[in-house]
Nanobody, 127 residues
Framework: QVQLVESGGGSVQAGGSLRLSCTAS????????MGWFRQAPGKEREGVAA????????YYTNSVKGRFTISRDNAKNTVYLQMDRLKPEDTAMYYC????????????????????WGQGTQVTVSS
């Protein structure tokens, strides 16, 4: 079973950048979908970005479009989340997730399609 390990979280001031990494213990198969989710205290988990690995199509929640970029390095079994122009409202625990199923625009940011989750990495943005 694949295991996911996130890294790259930290504390930054508003307007700054961070890059999160998610390394899988084994190569995810071509039908997989990789996603980034976040959860702030007292709030529900939110899908932030996802990538359908079979075709490379990416999906983003509206609040991060134009600021966050999901990408992958197949040779390193790693998915990244580049976060630019960070805002205080981006503060949350960020989780990487993997799905063995194909994902599409309707499902890519739904947590229920993902079967494997990382332990999370904290992102704190101060004003």
């Amino acid at each position: 079973q694949v295991q996911l390990v996130e890294s790259g979280g930290g504390s930054v001031q508003a307007g700054g950048s961070l890059r999160l990494s998610c390394t899988a213990s084994i190569t995810t198969h071509s039908g997989a979908c990789m996603g980034w989710f976040r959860q702030a205290p007292g709030k529900e988990r939110e899908g932030v970005a996802a990538m359908a690995t079979f075709n490379g199509i990416t999906y983003y929640t509206n609040s991060v479009k134009g600021r966050f970029t999901i990408s992958r390095d197949n040779a390193k079994n790693t998915v990244y989340l580049q976060m630019d122009r960070l805002k205080p409202e981006d503060t949350a625990m960020y989780y990487c997730a993997a799905s063995g199923d194909y994902c599409y625009a309707v499902t890519a940011l739904m947590g229920r399609i993902y079967s494997t989750w990382g332990q999370g990495t904290q992102v704190t943005v101060s004003s």
